[in-house]
């Protein structure tokens, strides 16, 4: 149904003078625009409108209202004011010539910084970068990228967004990247960076920052980029990018254009410092791009990744798997190649699915050993295999491990299937919720960029019209966002410029509503709505129960500007009109760790009972769907912008009680108290390589045991921590750390890759340290997953680290390192490839 009038009501006139809407009729015409608050005494219902349910506001109001009731005023007792738009069934898609981003007013701002600052920079008309290809631009952009003295401590505070018109590049000197970029191509007329062959093995882009480590290379995104190194020669170890980063990064419609039958590599892993290699980082999604030729894709070496949406076609090896813990494969495409991933040295490999892919021309889907422990585990979760192709060959004889497809429906599983039984290559079944499922394959969505929408179609929230809104990191901007959210719904693309946006206020995002921002734009809670830990208030809330229909987020990141101890940062209310039409984009949560917030400041001492900071990061209730790609819920384990170490005790990370159908494809959660995520009664859950990491003040001679500084609240499904009591773990400060993972009388789950890791545990010295467990093979902390009454669940590739407990089931302890090796350099770390429960259906084909 198209919306004909949205309205919200304001409880009094303080904003702006009320403006009387004086018309011939008794009646509003519908097409009548009012941008301003109106006073209600001069609205009349349309009797054409006169089927909707009507409100009769000389009863008095104190609604907002759903676009689809109509309001009589025709006799009103209590003025009311409100911002109303006129008809509007929008926003409405074009064909425009230029990207809206180009149009749009640039007036984002650096909130934190006191002097000039420009966020928005465009390579050629303010730096002058040659688009033409005939000489070199890679001075112009990286000056683009540096300008401003954006290297070093305080990286948040100093955001670019660097912008590519259309055109040929000549790339002479690596394009280097800074943490908190984003290089953005115009994705109407993608331009293409033509390696000049003098660049030898530099790779085009550089997109690891080497002023941070790898593990810190955050909020850092590459988009709409052609990358070609045709013009290097075929013997030589081209590689287009570099991309040695961590959580929060964007990789996303990047096309790699290398030589066939070359040596060239698409993507490498390597953080080079001072001579050492110190790993590709600690990544989450990197999504929906393509590589052509070459002699690898991606030369994947990495914590762990969750890889979506990419095609390779003659690469000889689309993904080469030098180290990753945690791979999750999904929806990728291969074509004209020998392996499609070779995993063989897996020595270096956890655990790897492969979801819903395909390969055709090729030699092999996956080339990998049968190590016989938790090593070099793989599932493969539907696979369409070409005639001609094996599906899994054997590194050690050539061997076929599996000859063909895998239907949806079956799962093929080589590694520990718990309890502790090695399987070299085993077919289950598999009950794939219907409510996740589009056609036969898991539903995915790509990140909106809007490009086919003019920009006429957008609200900048800061050149808006009769409303004020600062961004500065100062002023609240409650108020005001939401009435141009109320007004822009089904109407027009909110757009947040970069800023800090103070809310005091919680924000209600109504159906209908689209809203991007820039290098995360971020919207910041303050205040006493947020202060009650036994009645928290979201900050950010999307939909309200019973709410239906459209919300998406690109590009945010919503954040506490004080210790907030009753704030839910982001509540999901809002259910999805159609699958994934409630959708999160690489759009975070941060707790702490950046100069905009106290938390910054006030969380340094070791006793965390004054920095409860956040009460929950993430709550997607029940009545919500939302689908969530590349999301990382951070509160801080140090600051970003050279402040002190954080001890902040987050409540909790995610919890997620959704039971229509909701996907979380590449996240993390860390640091949080009492559990990174909780599945609590949720229903039809998928969850693609979800990554973790214990508080680091948590542990021995910690000032707190979990769930202190909180109390545990069953209500609200939290962990009681009553199994250190009783399993004879009492004392054992191990044991009073938040779970990595806590499932809850829940069904239809389907989990590809879990990354539960812990690294520090002892606080004994007054600071957070790794000296309980100095090594990959120490013990940390007690349990890594509790779980009670829950059925119909389809978990594969559990991988944890330096925790004795991988799974107690019901009270029981079903899962231990010990028993199923395999992971972190092949050390006492645990792998499971496949922890089936009560499926209701037959395990075994
Ligand atoms: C609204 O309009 C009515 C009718 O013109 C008038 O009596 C009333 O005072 C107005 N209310 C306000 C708050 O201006
Ligand atoms: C309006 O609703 C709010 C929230 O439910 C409530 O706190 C407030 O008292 C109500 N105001 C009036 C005038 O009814
Ligand atoms: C609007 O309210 C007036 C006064 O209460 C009433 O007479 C009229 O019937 C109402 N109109 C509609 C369409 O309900
Ligand atoms: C526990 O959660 C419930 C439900 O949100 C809430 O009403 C109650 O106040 C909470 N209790 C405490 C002690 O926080």
Not at 28 to 33: V, W
Not at 495 to 510: C, L, M, R, S, W
Not at 551 to 561: K, R
Not at 659 to 684: R, S
Request: with cysteine; aromatic share 10%; proline share 4%.
């Amino acid at each position: 149904m198209s919306v004909l009038l949205s309205f919200i009501a304001l409880l009094s006139f303080a904003a702006a003078a009320p403006q009387a809407v004086k018309t011939s009729s008794s009646f509003l015409p519908l097409s009548s625009s009012l941008t301003n608050p109106v006073n209600l005494s001069s609205i009349y219902v349309d009797q054409i409108q006169a089927q909707k349910p009507i409100i009769d506001i000389a009863q008095g109001l104190n609604i907002s209202i759903n676009p689809d009731i109509i309001l009589n005023s025709t006799s009103p007792t209590h003025p009311v004011s409100f911002i109303a738009q006129a008809s509007c069934n929008g926003p409405q898609p074009g064909s425009p010539s230029t990207f809206w981003r180009e149009q749009a007013a640039h007036n984002g701002i650096a909130a934190t910084l006191s002097g000039s600052f420009t966020v928005w920079r465009n390579v050629v008309s303010d730096f002058g970068a040659d688009n033409s290809g005939s000489s070199d631009a890679s001075g112009a952009i990286n000056n683009a990228i540096s300008s401003g003295s954006r290297k070093g401590n305080g990286f948040t505070t100093r955001p670019a967004y660097v912008y590519v018109p259309g055109g040929t590049y000549k790339i002479s000197n690596s394009v280097n990247m800074l943490v908190n970029t984003f290089l953005v191509g115009d994705p109407l007329n993608m331009p293409t960076f033509v390696a000049d062959s003098s660049l030898g093995t530099n790779p085009v882009i550089q997109g690891f920052d080497s002023t941070q480590q790898s593990t810190t290379n955050f909020y850092t995104g590459i988009r709409n980029i052609k990358i070609q190194t045709t013009s290097i020669s075929t013997g030589t170890k081209a590689v287009g990018l570099n991309w040695a980063v961590s959580q929060a990064c964007s990789l996303f419609n990047v096309v790699f254009s290398m030589p066939d039958y070359s040596s060239h590599i698409g993507i490498t892993m390597t953080a080079v410092v001072n001579g050492n290699n110190e790993g590709g980082g600690s990544g989450t999604l990197i999504s929906d791009c393509s590589f052509i030729g070459g002699a690898i894709g991606i030369q994947l070496s990495n914590q762990q990744y969750n890889l979506k949406g990419l095609s390779f076609n003659g690469c000889s090896t689309g993904i080469y798997v030098d180290h990753v813990f945690v791979g999750t494969f999904q929806g990728l495409t291969f074509q004209n190649c020998n392996y499609g991933v070779d995993m063989s040295n897996s020595y270096n490999v956890g655990a790897v699915s492969l979801i819903d892919s395909s390969i055709s021309s090729c030699n092999a889907g996956v080339y990998t050993a049968v190590t016989g422990n938790g090593e070099g585990s793989l599932v493969i979760d539907n696979f369409n295999v070409g005639s001609g192709v094996t599906a899994v060959k054997s590194s050690k004889d050539g061997s076929a491990l599996l000859s063909g497809s895998v239907a949806a429906g079956s799962t093929w599983v080589m590694g520990n299937e718990n309890p502790q039984n090695f399987q070299s290559g085993k077919m289950y079944q598999i009950n794939r919720p219907a409510a996740l499922l589009s056609g036969d394959k898991y539903y995915t969505k790509q990140q909106p960029q809007y490009e086919n929408y003019d920009v006429s179609q957008f609200v900048n929230v800061k050149s808006a019209s009769g409303y004020t809104v600062y961004g500065d990191n100062q002023h609240d901007d409650s108020d005001a966002i939401n009435a141009l959210l109320a007004a822009n719904a089904n109407c027009k693309i909110t757009y947040f410029p970069q800023g800090i946006y103070k809310v005091a206020k919680t924000i209600y995002v109504p159906p209908g509503s689209r809203i991007v921002g820039d290098v995360l734009s971020v919207i910041s809670g303050i205040g006493s709505n947020f202060y009650n830990p036994n009645n928290p208030q979201p900050i950010v809330q999307v939909g309200r129960p019973g709410d239906v229909g459209v919300a998406e987020f690109t590009d945010m990141l919503f954040s506490v500007a004080d210790v907030l101890q009753g704030a839910t940062i982001l509540e999901v209310n809002m259910a999805a009109s159609s699958p994934g039409s409630v959708s999160f984009h690489n759009t975070h949560v941060r707790v702490g760790g950046t100069a905009d917030t106290k938390v910054n400041t006030n969380c340094a001492p070791a006793d965390t009972s004054d920095c409860k900071a956040a009460h929950t990061m993430l709550h997607i209730t029940s009545s919500s769907s939302p689908y969530i790609e590349n999301m990382w819920g951070w509160t801080a384990d140090h600051s970003l912008d050279g402040g002190p170490n954080q001890n902040i005790a987050t409540g909790r990370g995610a919890l997620i009680e959704s039971t229509k159908g909701a996907w979380l494809v590449g996240t993390a959660f860390e640091h949080n108290t009492l559990y990174q995520y909780n599945l609590n009664n949720a229903q039809n859950v998928y969850i693609g390589m979800q990554q973790t990491e214990t508080a680091y003040w948590q542990g021995i001679g910690s000032p707190e045991q979990a769930p202190s500084p909180w109390a545990s609240n069953t209500s609200i499904g939290d962990p009681t921590f009553s199994n250190c009591a009783s399993s004879g773990d009492s004392g054992n400060s191990q044991c009073y750390m938040g779970f990595h993972q806590q499932i809850s009388s829940s069904s239809n789950l389907v989990i590809h890759g879990s990354a539960f890791w812990v690294f520090f545990n002892d606080m004994t010295d007054g600071s957070y340290s790794n000296a309980g467990c100095p090594n990959h093979n120490n013990i940390c902390q007690e349990n890594a997953v509790i779980m009670t009454d829950t059925t119909s669940l389809f978990w594969y590739n559990l991988l944890t680290k330096s925790t004795t407990n991988m799974v107690r089931d019901n009270g029981v302890v079903t899962a231990m390192q010990v028993n199923n090796p395999g992971g972190w350099e092949g050390s006492v770390p645990g792998v499971i490839a496949a922890y089936l429960k009560d499926s209701g259906i037959a395990n075994e084909q």
